[in-house]
């Protein structure tokens, strides 16, 4: 029941929709406004967005649309730069990768790393909301385990990359030689007897009889690769006999030297 002398009001509040291509608006009553009348409260449209991000020549994960900001790719050990490419609707933004402006809708030479990397690109015209997308290009680890050569510091091999297994013989007199193999990736590991020969060639001695060498060659990814080499060396006796054979053969050239 209303009071003798107050009169009765009343607020009309028109909650209105989206409408298709419009936007999205509410209406509603301000504490200020006079009776009768409402305010138009509108949402803040996003203007720094991206119309296309591509990486040149390489898929993304997913097709590019304006509301997802996440994206992925992959690429193989052989790919060492990309190029982005992107644009926006608004005429007035500037598109930043990593915090380096793109010319023309492009960056060139993108720098990749084994494993993940990660591009941050910005959307700003310096005075709406920066707009922020997440680009992570995954760069595959080297399945390279191969070598380039073998060396001996003392006598000799045909190398061949697609060869496995060697043979070598060294003078009679060798004790011991050293193995220097050349990766074919810096990145991969090599091995001589176990012991490390990335940087520098590992001595091998030379027992009694045939000496087997083994290189394991370890690439990024971690596959291996197992060569084996036969140093070929002479018995005790052998290595004895030939030197009281040289010592003869000196004896008698002495006396012919002299009567000359």
Known sequence: MMKKGLK??????????????????????????????????????????????????????????????????????????????????????????????????????????????????????????????????????????LLTSIGLSKGSLTFDSKVTAYHASVENEVQSVTVTPTLSDSKAIVKVNGKDATSAGVKVTLPVGKTTVKITVTAENGDEKHIHSRLHGLLPQQRKRNRKLLQKRMKFKSPLSRNE
């Open 8 to 145: 009765e009001t009343s607020v009309k509040v028109i909650l209105v929709g989206s409408l298709v291509g419009m936007g999205t608006s509410t209406y509603m009553p301000a504490t200020e406004a006079a009776e009768g009348t409402s305010v138009i409260l509108e949402e803040a449209q996003t203007v720094n967005s991206l119309l296309k991000l591509e990486i040149e020549g390489i898929e993304l994960d997913q097709k590019f649309t304006e509301d997802v900001h996440d994206y992925s790719s992959t690429v193989g050990n052989d790919v060492e730069k990309i190029t982005l490419l992107a644009a926006s609707p608004n005429e007035n933004a500037a598109i930043y990768v990593n915090g380096v402006k793109m010319t023309d809708g492009k960056l060139k030479d993108l720098t990749l790393q084994t494993g993940m990397n990660t591009f941050v690109i910005t959307v700003s015209d310096g005075e709406n909301e920066t707009v922020t997308y997440t680009l992570k290009v995954e760069k595959h680890e080297s399945d390279d385990n």
